[in-house]
């Protein structure tokens, strides 16, 4: 089987996909079962395979599997997905729809609230308003402190934090340079602990798998970027943490979140446990795997490991 794994990308998120798809790379060399090629994408958007420039429609012939090892902006929205979709090329993850979805912050919001997930409470800020307006429309809203994203972008890229409404226009330029004429989304602060969790599908016999939960502490210098993934600093605590009520329940949003999106083979959703329940702050159907990252932590956490998630995915769709 002739397998190609596809990494970088023009975006901000190159180096995370690099290191994603060496892993995927040494994993799957090393079983010696499949040929299998390192298609890389320069920051300029250029196809390499195994260091030679070439297009999608040559690297691609007689590729029977591309595992997507790609994040963020231009990966994750449902384009790169298309170039496989032309081309009849199997890809791993989750469908351009679903990806397109997803890389709306408010759009997923909007979706999930109607499933009956809870997420936070937001205001949608356009880049012509005036940040103090902005400020004193969060504070009616929203409450005292408060979460601002870019309304379109990869899972937790771009996530800033501020402490009461004085802070908001200060934070809010900071998020409008570097998200450009992006709108905004102001969001309610929810306080509990967070917690990652991934799902699988088609794994040890259910539909969708659910891994167990794993506990964010974030690190010290952490007040800015709040919920920025795989962050150096972090501390991540097992699923012994958790009663299990806790862990059925974050399981049971974990999945109805997947399902509800339509996300294919794997995703991983944040949360915030609160004694109500969780509420869902952010939702990433590429997350980095890598071998420390959280996704691997959480395979491991079940007895699994990133190998046999690499074979299960061959399996799943060959």
């Known amino acids: 089987m002739k397998i190609a794994v596809i990494r970088g990308g023009g975006n901000k998120d190159h180096m995370v996909s690099i290191e994603t798809g060496k892993t995927m790379l040494d994993h799957l060399r090393s079983r010696g079962e499949h040929n299998v090629i390192d298609l890389y994408i320069n920051k300029d958007g250029a196809w390499h395979n195994e260091g030679m420039p070439t297009t999608p429609g040559i690297a691609l012939r007689h ?8 994040h963020g902006e231009g990966a994750e929205d449902g384009n ?15 469908g351009k729809m679903a990806a397109a979805l997803s890389m709306n912050k408010e759009l997923t919001k909007n979706v999930l609230r109607q499933a009956g997930v809870r997420v936070p409470s937001h205001i949608r800020v356009e880049h012509h308003e005036d940040p103090r307006e902005v400020a004193m429309q969060a504070f009616k809203k929203l409450g005292g402190w408060y979460i601002l994203k870019p309304i379109v972008g990869s899972s937790s890229r771009g996530v800033n934090f501020a402490k009461g409404h004085r802070e908001v226009p200060y934070v809010l330029e900071a998020v409008r340079w570097e998200s450009g004429l992006t709108p905004i989304i102001v969001e309610e602060y929810v ?17 969708h798998y659910a891994l167990l939960p794993i506990e964010v502490e974030k690190g010290h210098g952490r007040d800015g970027n709040v919920h920025s993934p795989e962050a150096w600093g972090d501390v991540h605590h097992g699923c012994h943490n958790f009663t299990n009520e806790e862990k059925r329940e974050a399981e049971r949003v974990a999945i109805l979140v ?12 944040d949360m915030i446990m609160t004694p109500r329940g969780p509420v869902v702050i952010e939702v990433n159907p590429f997350p980095p795997i890598a071998d420390r990252s959280m996704f691997s932590e959480s395979l491991l956490q079940i007895g699994s490991s990133l190998p046999e998630f690499l074979d299960h995915l061959i399996r799943q769709n060959n």
């Open 63 to 70: 590729v029977d599997l591309g595992f997507n090892a790609m």
């Open 258 to 269: 997947h399902k509800t999106l339509g996300l294919e083979d794997y995703s991983m959703t």
């Open 80 to 94: 790169f997905q298309i170039i496989f979709e032309g081309l009849g090329v199997p890809l791993t993850g989750s």
């Open 191 to 207: 306080r509990g602990r967070e917690v990652k969790i991934g799902v699988v599908d088609n794994f040890r016999g259910q539909k």
